[in-house]
């Protein structure tokens, strides 16, 4: 059979439900699908493939999905640090409405899809102004991006489209978009209760499900968010949500630090997923979302590195590791395992979006998003088990080779599809950068 990629020779760790790795593996692919996942010798003489990656000495992954991010806001690194929640919001939002345009958006997107594929992050689920920007600079470097309109009603809009203009906009945009192709989804983004009415919430909502897209919504994200929803609806982000008919199995929530059971309860009652960003919760000082809880109840858990201000880095690895760690902060080191961690970075983001038939494992019949891992390294030898690899001593600078829908968009720790100079270059004329606010 005659095939488009084959990589071969690496320990494949597929993430499939019984987490198999095939020592000495290989993954073919046709098409940008995965036909056939087995022993490297088998696929070697089953398959002629007009593009091979030896992966020996390697770890060969499902690409990584990062849930939640902000993928533009690369270009504001390093100017909000230190500050709360709600300082961050003051500046940065005055900062949108003041200077963004969509060629800024794009050179930013460009750069932060640069990061993304060096750190073998193959997808993300990205709310940000400017989104045809974002999409359009995704599909020439031939990454998977989730992104779409966006709501937030704030007085002066980046995009200088008045709030009561959206509904309409954002339909035409879902239609324009026709049925998807595997592994796209459309996805529309209501910014939070705390920026949306609830009336508001309800209506972009309602849009999202007449189009079978995805909603995603920043909820709970520290005490403070809790409280002024409180005091302004009379119940908590996620109690309102659930109130409106707004959880369920097409709705994301960022975040989700601020959590009681009920709330807990109610998000795995209606299969709502969340989104955990544990490098930016703590730079924020939010706190630690209960994913030890969540998980127990059967919530699906995606892994976010939230933008490039409040993390700094869209390094997804780094997330893992983390999320690996910080809850063991308890007493209990068994609570989020190695397995656990590298899941929720791979299909449980898949699951997240909705999308675990088609991404997340390398499986036959999934899209092919995959990561080659170089091992060839002191920090990494010897490995044992490539779950505490990943988890605990890799770093996004081992990896080697990353593949979106079965294209090679890095090889060799070169990448192919995008200008990597010219993007840097397009980044060091960044505009000015926010002033300094009450933190
Ligand atoms: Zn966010």
Not at 323 to 351: F, Y
Request: aromatic share 4%; proline share 5%; glycine share 10%.
């Amino acid at each position: 059979m005659n095939v488009d990629l084959l990589v071969h020779g690496g320990t494949v760790l597929t993430v499939d439900a019984a987490g198999t790795v095939v020592a000495d593996g290989a993954v073919a692919v046709r098409e940008g699908e995965i036909v056939a996942v087995g022993a490297a010798e088998e696929l070697r003489t089953g398959f002629t493939a007009k593009e091979c990656v030896d992966a020996s000495g390697c770890l060969v992954l499902p690409g990584l999905v990062n849930s939640h991010t902000h993928l533009a806001m690369t270009l504001l690194r390093g100017s909000a640090d230190d500050v709360t929640l709600q300082g961050f919001l003051g500046r940065v939002l005055k900062w949108e409405s003041e200077q963004l345009a969509p060629d800024t958006v794009a050179a930013a997107v460009r750069l932060a899809i640069a990061e993304s594929v060096r750190a073998g992050v193959t997808s993300a689920l990205d709310m940000y102004w400017f989104h045809e920007a974002a999409e359009s600079a995704a599909r020439e470097a031939g990454w998977r991006l989730f992104a779409g309109p966006t709501f937030i009603d704030v007085p002066a809009s980046p995009d200088g489209r008045a709030y009561a203009d959206r509904i309409a906009w954002a339909r035409r945009d879902l239609e324009r978009r026709g049925p998807g192709r595997p592994g796209h989804r459309p996805a529309l983004f209501a910014h939070s209760t705390y920026t949306l009415s609830p009336a508001q919430l309800t209506e972009v909502a309602a849009l999202a499900r007449e189009f079978g897209a995805l909603l995603h919504v920043h909820a709970a994200e520290n005490a403070a968010e809790v409280a002024t929803v409180v005091s302004r609806q009379g119940r908590r982000p996620v109690e309102l949500l659930d109130s409106l008919g707004l959880l369920g199995p097409d709705v994301v929530l960022a975040h989700a630090v601020d959590l009681t059971g009920p709330e807990i309860a109610a998000l795995a009652r209606t299969g709502t997923a969340v989104a955990h960003c544990p490098v930016s919760n703590l730079k924020l000082g939010c706190g630690i979302a209960p994913v030890p809880q969540l998980l127990g109840a059967g919530v699906t858990v995606g892994l976010g590195t939230d933008g490039a201000v409040s993390s700094n880095t869209l390094d997804v690895l780094g997330a893992v590791r983390l999320a690996a760690l910080v809850h063991k902060a308890d007493g209990d080191p068994t609570a989020v395992g190695a397995e656990q961690a590298v899941r929720m970075a791979t299909i449980g983001g898949a699951r997240a979006l909705g999308l675990g038939d088609h991404l997340g494992s390398l499986e036959p019949g999934k899209r092919a998003d995959m990561v080659v891992l170089d091992l060839d390294a002191p920090h990494l030898r010897p490995a044992h088990d490539p779950w505490s690899t990943l988890a605990y001593t890799a770093q996004a600078a081992d990896v080697r080779d990353t593949v979106v829908d079965g294209r090679v968009l890095m090889r060799d720790r070169r990448l192919l599809t995008l200008d990597e100079r010219a993007v840097l270059d397009a980044v060091s004329r960044s505009p000015e950068r926010p002033q300094e606010g009450p933190a």
